[in-house]
């Protein structure tokens, strides 16, 4: 199918969704399914939830966000739960804006492009199915029709809630084209859409002196004053401001707090009652979700001002920190740097990982707990196993600062970093080393950076080169290990006949001169102690393994030494160390004789094949990996 004819089946599956009745054929629908009768703030729950909620360790994963956010699900938890959640259900949060709040480049905004895209997208389903009176220039519920001395009635017969009444515009028509028959009101379904205006808008402030309230709330269209005599005639007014134009959807408000005052009076009642003030008219009646975003300082300065405590009090405010998963931060700027046309470029692996510990370690908080410094922390964050902390300790650092996350490096910050390196190097390979290089270059430039903070973000780097040293050497020792595969192999056979002897308390056989011996106790613990298995732990080590030979043994399976990830790391670390002289001779060796060569070639070629390497960054690799040996 070419371009021409997918615009063609999207322009018809538009069409295919076009509905238009009366307002009576209205009623017979709802008396189907209420759902089309649900408010804004509902509407945008059952979009968060249509995506499906998975729960996992007592926690809630919204999966709608998963697409553009990471590393912000205790976040995003919070923000659906005690907002969106209580306000599909009436509760009074649904009278208050959404305030969220945090650090520059923090994917506020991103989330607020979210939830708009996912309107549009909700409203063309069945359940998203939104209906209104044709002609309403604020897209209005047309249950609004109903008189208010039969809206207790018709609510418990449809189970609906009616709120609101008819728009100016809309009360005219009703006399004036359908002479107060509401049966006859013609019903249109529309499609939420920012660009066409209808059901989503958005507000951005400008100069205070230049900008007008009629931005918000519409204005006189003078040309028609001569037409229609008043200021007060509907006819008169254009009601196309973003607060008629967002009705029945979201309205966001950037940069909240940097607008002038005069604007934020008009969400007092908007948010309160559900209608603003707008020309000569009565209350306009309108059903939307607000929400703002703003940064720290801002927010402080706002409520520092004791004019502002009518407005503070209708609002909820939603912390929205910094990312602190490594793993996380480094899918931030695969996608940042997948959106570029530098996307040609090849990342090598572990470079976006270096850059991320980085980025992390300036936004955590040095902790109480004993034993626990900024690397731990980080990987405890990050879900990664560290010995002798559970998840209790977990719970207990992510309760100990409640605004972790809200300063530190922005993930922009190290975008622009690689982006720079990138263009004037016209690298074809970018690695972890020319990232951090970058990253280091870019401090003295970064202004707002103090000289204390410049110190520590030093360290920190140094900090990623090193975790990033221990990761290279690791990534060459599995791939010089699967080149020596029946090496390991053995040792893993001998290591297992020696646990064995070990928790049976019987001796093994030397398989060369067929003597009885004792276990070999230093060949278990060479073994053991590359994984940082104690003394006092070995004996539960040794007698795990056996447990897990047993169970596969009763499965009819051979037990493999791959089947264990620690076991595995302890036999990869051990042949490495016994290798480390042959590895070392290898990759720093100027002139590497014909069986050195082909391992270089094997080693390189399983880089390239299984661990996302390419050509370039797996010989810089191996390079690297020989001069850290040979320090």
């Not at 407005?311 to 996608?335: C, D, G, H, T």
């Not at 016209?426 to 990232?435: E, R, S």
């Amino acid at each position: 199918m070419d371009i021409f004819e997918r615009i063609a089946a999207y322009r018809t599956e538009s069409d295919s969704l076009a509905w238009n009745g009366t307002f009576k054929q209205y009623i017979q629908l709802l008396a189907k399914d209420p759902a089309p009768a649900m408010t804004a703030h509902a509407r945008v729950y059952e979009m968060i939830e249509s995506y499906g909620v998975e729960e996992m360790n007592g926690r809630k994963r919204y999966k709608f966000f998963e697409q553009e956010i990471f590393g912000l699900d205790r976040a995003v938890e919070k923000l659906v739960e005690e907002y969106f959640h209580s306000a599909a259900r009436r509760l009074d949060v649904r009278k208050r804006i959404l305030l969220l709040m945090g650090p520059v480049s923090g994917g506020k905004s991103t989330l607020v492009t979210l939830l708009k895209r996912g309107l549009e997208k909700f409203s063309r389903t069945d359940r998203g199915a939104v209906f209104a009176i044709s002609g309403c220039p604020m897209h209005e519920d047309p249950l609004h029709l109903v008189p208010h001395e039969l809206r207790p009635e018709v609510e418990k017969e449809l189970g609906v809630r009616i709120e609101g009444n008819l728009c100016p515009v809309c009360q005219m028509r009703l006399k004036t084209e359908y002479e107060g028959d509401i049966e006859k009101v013609a019903v249109e379904r529309v499609l939420l859409s920012e660009d066409g205006r209808v059901g989503i808008g958005t507000f951005s402030p400008s100069d205070p002196k230049s900008q007008d309230i009629a931005d918000l709330t519409g204005s006189i269209d003078f040309s028609t004053i001569t037409e229609y005599g008043s200021e007060s005639d509907p006819r008169a007014y254009r009601f196309d401001g973003e607060l008629n134009k967002a009705n029945r959807g979201l309205m966001e408000f950037q940069e909240m707090l940097k607008c002038d005052e005069k604007f934020l009076w008009n969400l007092l009642s908007l948010t309160q009652e559900g209608n603003f003030k707008a020309g000569r008219f009565a209350l306009i009646s309108a059903d939307e979700l607000i929400v703002a975003h703003t940064n720290e300082s801002e927010y402080k300065a706002f409520i520092a001002n004791k004019k502002n405590e009518a407005l503070q009090s209708r609002m909820i405010v939603m912390p929205i920190p910094y990312n602190l998963k490594v793993s996380q931060e480094e899918k931030i700027y695969a996608k940042l740097i997948g959106q570029s046309d530098m996307s040609h470029v090849h990342i090598a692996p572990h470079a976006l990982r270096s850059a991320a510990i980085f980025s992390i370690l300036t936004r955590l908080k040095e902790t109480k707990k004993q034993g626990v410094d900024l690397v731990k922390k980080m990987r405890l964050y990050d879900g990664e196993e560290v010995e002798g902390y559970k998840d209790a300790d977990l719970k207990e650092l992510q309760n100990e600062y409640l605004e972790e996350g809200m300063s530190g490096v922005d993930p922009r910050y190290v975008i622009n970093r690689i982006s720079s390196a990138l263009i004037k190097q016209d690298l074809h390979c970018m690695g972890a080393l020319d990232i951090l290089r970058a990253i280091k270059d870019g401090l003295d430039q970064h202004a707002s950076i103090t000289k204390e903070e410049r110190e520590r973000y030093l360290n920190f780097i140094s900090i990623a080169r090193k975790e990033y040293d221990e990761l290279a050497k690791k990534e060459v020792q599995k791939a010089f290990v699967y080149s020596f595969e029946e090496s390991a192999r053995t040792l893993f056979e001998n290591y297992l006949d020696n646990i064995e002897a070990f928790c049976n308390w019987t001796k093994i056989r030397d398989p060369l001169t067929d003597e009885e011996m004792e276990p070999d106790e230093r060949l278990m613990r060479s073994i053991e102690e590359q994984i940082g298995i104690s003394e006092n732990a070995k004996k539960a080590f040794r007698e795990e393994i056996l447990i897990r030979i047993s169970a596969y043994s009763r499965k009819g399976r051979k037990f493999e030494y791959n089947h264990h990830d620690r076991l595995r790391e302890a036999i990869e670390k051990k042949l490495f160390a016994d290798l480390k002289d042959i590895v070392k001779i290898t990759t720093s060796t100027k002139t590497p004789d014909e069986s050195q060569l082909k391992r270089m070639n094997e080693v390189s070629k399983r880089l390239i094949d299984e661990h996302g390497y390419c050509p370039v960054c797996a010989n810089e690799l191996l390079r690297y990996v020989g001069s850290l040996l040979n320090r």
